[in-house]
T-cell receptor
Framework: GAGVSQSPSNKVTEKGKDVELRCDPI?????LYWYRQSLGQGLEFLIY????????KSGLPSDRFSAERTGGSVSTLTIQRTQQEDSAVYLC??????????????FGEGSRLTVL | GQSLEQPSEVTAVEGAIVQINCTYQ??????LSWYQQHDGGAPTFLSY??LDGLEETGRFSSFLSRSDSYGYLLLQELQMKDSASYFC????????????WGAGTKLIIKP
């Protein structure tokens, strides 16, 4: 696609429910990142994919969070048993590669998660 | 630990010039990047400095001094649409994908 696409754009859920957030990166981009951003705050790194593998999952806040990437393209971030502190905007970004050049990241518009 | 420090907020007047600083304590890195994020929007790439010195792109310029562990983003002829948050980030050499981000500077522009 022309840009990074994320869905849903907004998700309101009840505490304890599971949610899935989807990211469709720019075609040909091998590197994919998930970040979390709370209101007025900076970017919190969650996980990085190179192709389908995730060499760094160190940013995932707890074992309730998991992510996968299939076919070197679409990625899904899953949050199980959501808690109110999970409320934030979840941003996905992709780049041509993890190395080289400017390393410019292309971000999606994010998925705003609200846990009631 | 690795960190980048930015002022949390900067205020300037429309038409003026403003400088947003970024000081860092990191291991070796490839370059310093700047991103802009409007409220409710996605971060977008502005500039990248691989080498020391000034990079100019229209009204925006970015500077890096590795010897001083310091960089800045310079915005000239400020327009109301420049009101946004600005983030600096570096890509570490010992982790070829990992970016370390500053906490962001909210730029407030007054008429």
């Amino acid at each position: 696609g022309a840009g990074v696409s994320q869905s849903p754009s907004n998700k309101v859920t009840e505490k304890g429910k599971d949610v899935e957030l989807r990211c469709d990166p720019i075609s040909g981009h091998t590197a994919l990142y998930w970040y979390r951003q709370s209101l007025g705050q900076g970017l919190e790194f969650l996980i990085y994919f190179q192709g389908n593998s995730a060499p760094d999952k160190s940013g995932l806040p707890s074992d309730r969070f998991s992510a996968e990437r299939t076919g070197g393209s679409v990625s899904t971030l899953t949050i199980q048993r959501t808690q109110q502190e999970d409320s934030a905007v979840y941003l996905c970004a992709s780049s041509l590669s993890g190395t080289g050049g400017t390393g410019e990241l292309f971000f999606g518009e994010g998925s705003r998660l609200t846990v009631l | 630990g690795q960190s980048l420090e930015q002022p949390s907020e900067v205020t300037a007047v429309e038409g003026a010039i403003v400088q947003i600083n970024c000081t860092y304590q990191t291991s070796g890195f490839y370059g310093l990047s700047w991103y802009q994020q409007h409220d409710g929007g996605a971060p977008t790439f502005l500039s990248y400095n691989a080498l020391d010195g000034l990079e100019e792109t229209g009204r925006f310029s970015s500077f890096l001094s590795r010897s001083d562990s310091y960089g800045y983003l310079l915005l000239q002829e400020l327009q109301m649409k420049d009101s946004a948050s600005y983030f600096c980030a570096v890509r570490l050499m010992d982790s070829n994908y990992q970016l370390i981000w500053g906490a962001g500077t909210k730029l407030i522009i007054k008429p």
